[in-house]
T-cell receptor, first 112, second 114 residues
């Protein structure tokens, strides 16, 4: 099993450009999450999904959209990138409520 | 302990010594706790977890202690090795709901001196 994978690993965007980050998991987990990690702060939840076809807002959803068309994939979209979205983005998944979350390797995004 | 500002607290230990990393959690009703290890440039890696009905759990070279009275969690690493150098952070799961949301600490940097 590859676990949780993320593409791309690194990306540079100009302000106003758009992009999609892809997360894939092969563990048949129901729950998937997108986080951002910034220096000096804990992981902050952007959006999450409790199953295929469902999405919900997390702690910092503004400027991001998500889709979960297939159970194994969770996409994070930036419609119009801003420098404040420069961060490391992590995807995670868990089998159920109350179970641990397993993380992908991260995507480093720089918005100029 | 947890970080303040941009600088993570750092624990420096000699190779072979035991390490103790602490975490103060926020919600007295949280019922599930996880320790993660994050090496530079990588994603968080699950180390060990504990549920609130326990006060101690052991894994391979690691032990987690839970003190619900003072909302404190600790991770003990026995015979620390250079490969243990990383940022360690705890996560707690508040009770209720179907979302499995976790609250993450900011972490402690463990530096192992050879």
């Amino acid at each position: 099993n590859a676990g949780v994978t993320q593409t791309p690993k690194f990306r540079v965007l100009k302000t106003g450009q758009s992009m999609t980050l892809l997360c894939a998991q092969d563990m048949n987990h129901e729950y998937m999450y997108w986080y951002r990690q910034d220096p000096g702060m804990g992981l902050r939840l952007i959006h999450y999904s409790v199953g295929e076809g469902t999405t919900a807002k997390g702690e910092v959803p503004d400027g991001y959209n998500v889709s979960r068309l297939k159970k194994q994939n969770f996409l994070l979209g930036l419609e119009s990138a801003a420098p404040s979205q420069t961060s490391v983005y992590f995807c995670a998944s868990s089998v159920a409520v109350g179970e641990t979350q397993y993380f992908g390797p991260g995507t480093r995004l720089l918005v100029l | 302990g947890e970080s303040v500002g941009l600088h993570l607290p750092t624990l420096s230990v000699q190779e072979g010594d035991n390490s103790i990393i602490n975490c103060a959690y926020s919600n007295s009703a949280s019922d599930y706790f996880i320790w993660y290890k994050q090496e530079s440039g990588k994603g968080p890696q699950f180390i060990i977890d504990i549920r609130s009905n326990m006060d101690k759990r052991q894994g391979q070279r690691v032990t987690v202690l839970l003190n619900k009275t003072v909302k404190h969690l600790s991770l003990q690493i026995a015979a620390t090795q250079p490969g243990d150098s990383a940022v360690y952070f705890c996560a707690e799961k508040p009770p209720g709901g179907a979302t499995n949301k976790l609250i993450f600490g900011t972490g402690t940097l463990l530096a192992v001196q050879p």
